[in-house]
C-alpha cells in the first residue's frame, strides 16, 4: 500500500556531491516526519537525517553534519538528501522511511524502530 521509492544514488569520488530522492505514494506524506538511514556491509543500520512533517526543523547525524542537508516539498510528496564533500566512509546503502508519531524529542528521530514504513534503498559509493 504505502510506498517510499529511493533513487539519485551512484558511484562518486570522495569530495563529489549527490543528490537523493524519495518519493512517497499512499499516504498523507504531510502528516509523516521523515528521516534517511543508511547501512554499509557488515554494519548496524545508522541515522542520517531527519525533517519534521511541515520542513520547518531539522535534525543530523555528528557524521553528516555541515556536509549533509535534508529537505521536502510536501507538494511532491518528496524528500530529499543533498550529500556534498563525500567520503569514503559513507558509502552504503541509503533508506528513506516515514515516521507518524510525534514523540517530542530529537532522540527519537534516531531510532529506525519507531519509523512506519522504509523504502528499499539506494547504493552510494564514494571511491578515493
Known amino acids: 500500500q504505502v510506498q517510499l521509492v529511493e533513487s539519485g544514488g551512484g558511484l562518486v569520488q570522495a569530495g563529489g556531491s549527490l543528490r537523493l530522492s524519495c518519493a512517497a505514494s499512499?499516504?498523507?506524506?504531510?502528516?509523516?516526519?521523515m528521516g534517511w538511514f543508511r547501512q554499509a556491509p557488515g554494519k548496524e543500520r545508522e541515522f542520517v537525517a531527519a525533517?519534521?512533517?511541515?520542513?520547518?526543523?531539522?535534525y543530523y547525524a555528528d557524521s553528516v553534519k555541515g556536509r549533509f542537508t535534508i529537505s521536502r516539498d510536501n507538494a511532491k510528496n518528496t524528500v530529499y538528501l543533498q550529500m556534498n564533500s563525500l567520503k569514503p566512509e559513507d558509502t552504503a546503502v541509503y533508506y528513506c522511511?516515514?515516521?507518524?508519531?510525534?514523540?517530542?524529542?530529537?532522540?527519537?528521530?534516531?531510532?529506525?524502530?519507531?519509523?512506519?514504513?522504509w523504502g528499499r534503498g539506494t547504493q552510494v559509493t564514494v571511491s578515493s
Open positions: 525533517i519534521s512533517r511541515s520542513g520547518d526543523s531539522t
Open positions: 499512499r499516504l498523507i506524506f504531510s502528516t509523516y516526519a
Open positions: 522511511a516515514a515516521e507518524r508519531t510525534y514523540y517530542g524529542s530529537t532522540y527519537y528521530y534516531t531510532r529506525g524502530e519507531d519509523y512506519d514504513y
